[in-house]
């Protein structure tokens, strides 16, 4: 019996002393090895730095090799080429302006009611009264003296008044020549796009941005527009398909004069050629909205001088579309227009209305949907465009 007692007595303190061993063998603080890991698993991530490495040290990890590259920078399409298509498009479109006309003056003997009808389709393109009378009296006279009745001659006769109504004498260039101020430094162009609501400025913008890239012009875009996050979004997504940045603010509701300020600083502390300035849709008739355009180019001013302030409308408003003008004529010194939506060529005497209205000419026309649907505008070429081939 005491055999036995002794037997298990032995046996209890071997379990002790193995398990203080155990315990020994695995220091508080460490843990065993991981299996290695089996196919198909990932191992356990890089853990962080501990509080013991220095301040300003970085644990890297190797960089991954599938991420997605950057999306390329687009190469906006040269202007020259534009110019021919947009004149392409026009006379695809049907021209129902310039066959109207050449239609009525190819009759073999005009009546009144000819001459009537030539002037009723003058008005119905929004030529307007005084450029219609004029171009009408014009025609008369020529008709008369020269006798032309062949289609050929006809046609030779029309393109010549109507390029004479639209006037090739206008000044039609952009100024986005940079300037050097009295200190030495570089100035950058500064470029004021104002408008109603639906007209598409933040979309001309951004196609004006790409007609500059094309010319090799560096560019800085401003989010003027702070009532519409969607409007500085928009910008924004232009800017960056051509490798253009753009000056927005991060508070809907923002001072639209301080980002326009912080976009002409940011352009003139980066070299640039030229500052596009967005600006929020706002109606003719509302005062406040239009005081606050005129603080805008107060505020800019003391940056930077304003080359161009270019006004965007929609060519298929007509009258409307002059309202617009003459209040914006006003209150921000347009010196420029740009038409959009022209493709509707059966409005396109708005070009010749709106600048008799402002005395300023049309700079631009769009003709599209396309990014690249924005050109300068070019007399012969419209002109030619709204006769057909």
């Known amino acids: 019996m005491n055999d036995l007692l ?3 007595i032995t046996l209890a303190v071997l ?4 398990v203080g061993f155990v315990g020994y063998r695995r220091r508080p603080g460490t843990r065993a090895p991981l299996p290695p890991p089996t196919p198909g698993t990932t191992p356990d991530a890089v853990e962080p730095p501990t509080a013991t490495q220095e301040p300003g040290a970085v644990a890297t990890t190797e960089a991954p090799t599938d991420l997605e590259a950057p999306p390329a920078v687009e190469v906006p399409e ?6 021919a298509r947009l004149r392409g498009r026009l006379a695809r479109s049907g021209s129902p302006l310039g066959s109207r006309l050449l239609a009525v003056l190819s009759r073999d003997h005009l009546t009144e009611d000819d001459w009537d009808e030539l002037e009723e389709t003058l008005l119905l393109a929004d030529v307007g009264a005084g450029p219609a009378g004029e171009l009408i009296e014009s025609l008369r006279t020529r008709v008369r003296v020269l006798g032309v009745r062949d ?12 390029i004479a109504l639209v006037d090739p004498t206008l000044d039609r260039s952009l100024a986005t020549e ?4 009295e200190d030495g430094s570089r100035v950058p162009a500064v470029v004021l ?7 598409g400025k933040t979309t001309t913008v951004g196609k004006l941005a790409r007609v500059l890239v094309a010319e090799d012009r560096t560019v800085v875009l401003g989010a003027a527009d702070t009532f519409r996050a969607a409007a500085a979004d928009q910008l924004e997504t232009w800017g960056a398909r051509v490798g253009v940045r753009t000056v927005r603010s991060e508070r809907d509701g923002a001072d639209p004069a301080a980002v326009a300020f912080d976009a002409v600083r940011t ?8 500052v596009l300035v967005d600006t929020a849709g706002r109606l003719q008739n509302k005062a406040g909205l239009m005081d606050e355009l005129g603080k805008i180019r107060r505020v800019i001013t003391k940056e930077a001088p304003l080359s161009e302030v270019l006004l965007v409308l929609d060519a298929t408003t007509g009258q409307n579309g002059l309202n617009q003008a003459r209040v ?11 038409l959009t939506k022209l493709d509707g060529t059966a409005k396109g005497g708005i070009v010749v209305a709106v600048q008799r209205e402002l005395g300023v000419p049309v700079k631009l026309v769009g003709l599209g949907e396309g990014p690249d649907d924005l050109a300068p505008f070019d007399p012969q070429e419209f002109v030619d465009g709204l006769l057909g081939d």
């Open 6 to 8: 002794w037997l298990w």
């Open 15 to 18: 379990v002790v002393v193995s």
């Open 78 to 83: 040269a202007v020259g080429g534009r110019l």
């Open 151 to 162: 289609p050929a001659s006809v046609r030779a006769l029309l393109r010549e008044e109507l």
């Open 178 to 181: 940079p300037r050097t101020a």
């Open 193 to 199: 796009v104002v408008g109603v609501n639906g007209t």
């Open 267 to 274: 352009g003139r502390t980066e070299g640039v050629d030229v």
């Open 328 to 338: 914006f004529g006003e209150i921000a010194g347009v010196t420029g227009i740009v």
